[in-house]
C-alpha cells in the first residue's frame, strides 16, 4: 500500500529526444506527487510536484502527467540535454506523513 | 539563505567504532528527515521527526542506530559499534511544507 514503483531502472536518450520515466501508487490516499533530481555526489534536489487535483504540470522542459484513476505519475522530459544525465526519483505522501520514494531511475542522456 | 549542512562531508571509521552524524536542518524547518543511500541504491528513510512529536523510527534498521534533534533544530545520527554494512552515504533533509524536502549534500561513511 505505501510503496511507490519506479521504471525504468536506468535510461539511455539522445539528446533532443523526449525521456519518459514512470511510477505507480497503490495508496489512493497520496495526496502529494514530487520528482527529485540527483547529481553524483549531491543530496536530491525537488524538480517538480504535483497535486491529484491537476492531470499535468508544465515547468520548462519538464512536465508531470497524472493519471488518478490508473494512480499512475510520470515525468517527461523534454528536448533532454546532457546536463540532465542524474537520477530521478518520484515520490508520494499523504498529509503531513513522510514521502514515500520510488526507487530512482538512472538518465543518460548521450551527446 | 543556507541550505541544509551536514557534518563531516565524509567519514572514516574501524569496524566496531561509534560514530556521529550531524544536520543544520533550513532555519524555520520543522521536520527533519534522514535517508541512508548505498552506492548506487535508492533512499532508505531511517526516521523522521516533525515538531514536538515523538519521531517515527520505524526506519531504522537495527538498535544501533539512534538519532536525536536538540531544541527542534540540529540532529544528530549516532551509529554504535559500526559494521562494514552501515557504509553508506547518509542523507539529512529538512521541510517546512510536508512534502517539499530539501535534502543537505550527506555524510558519506565508510567502515573499514
Known amino acids: 500500500q505505501q510503496q511507490v514503483k519506479q521504471s525504468p531502472q536506468s535510461l539511455i536518450v539522445q539528446k533532443g529526444g523526449i525521456s519518459i520515466i514512470n511510477c505507480a501508487y497503490e495508496?489512493?490516499?497520496?495526496?502529494?506527487f514530487p520528482w527529485y533530481q540527483q547529481f553524483p555526489g549531491k543530496g536530491p534536489a525537488l524538480l517538480i510536484a504535483?497535486?491529484?487535483?491537476?492531470s499535468e504540470k508544465k515547468e520548462g522542459r519538464f512536465t508531470i502527467s497524472f493519471n488518478k484513476s490508473a494512480k499512475q505519475f510520470s515525468l517527461h522530459i523534454m528536448d533532454s540535454q546532457p546536463g540532465d544525465s542524474a537520477t530521478y526519483f518520484c515520490?508520494?505522501?499523504?498529509?503531513?506523513?513522510?514521502?514515500?520514494f520510488g526507487t530512482g531511475t538512472r538518465l543518460l542522456v548521450s551527446p | 539563505g543556507a541550505g541544509v549542512s551536514q557534518s563531516p562531508s565524509n567519514k572514516v571509521t574501524e569496524k566496531g567504532k561509534d560514530v556521529e552524524l550531524r544536520c543544520d536542518p533550513i532555519?524555520?524547518?520543522?521536520?527533519l528527515y534522514w535517508y541512508r543511500q548505498s552506492l548506487g541504491q535508492g533512499l532508505e528513510f531511517l526516521i523522521y521527526?516533525?515538531?514536538?512529536?515523538?519521531?517515527?523510527k520505524s526506519g531504522l534498521p537495527s538498535d544501533r542506530f539512534s538519532a536525536e534533534r536538540t531544541g527542534g533544530s540540529v540532529s544528530t545520527l549516532t551509529i554504535q559499534r559500526t559494521q562494514q554494512e552501515d557504509s553508506a552515504v547518509y542523507l539529512c533533509?529538512?521541510?517546512?511544507?510536508?512534502?517539499?524536502?530539501?535534502f543537505g549534500p550527506g555524510t558519506r561513511l565508510t567502515v573499514t
Open positions: 504535483i497535486r491529484p487535483d491537476v
Open positions: 532555519s524555520g524547518h520543522t521536520a
Open positions: 521527526f516533525q515538531g514536538n512529536s515523538a519521531p517515527d
Open positions: 533533509a529538512s521541510s517546512l511544507v510536508p512534502g517539499e524536502q530539501y
Open positions: 495508496n489512493t490516499a497520496f495526496d502529494y
Open positions: 515520490a508520494a505522501k499523504k498529509g503531513f506523513q513522510k514521502l514515500v
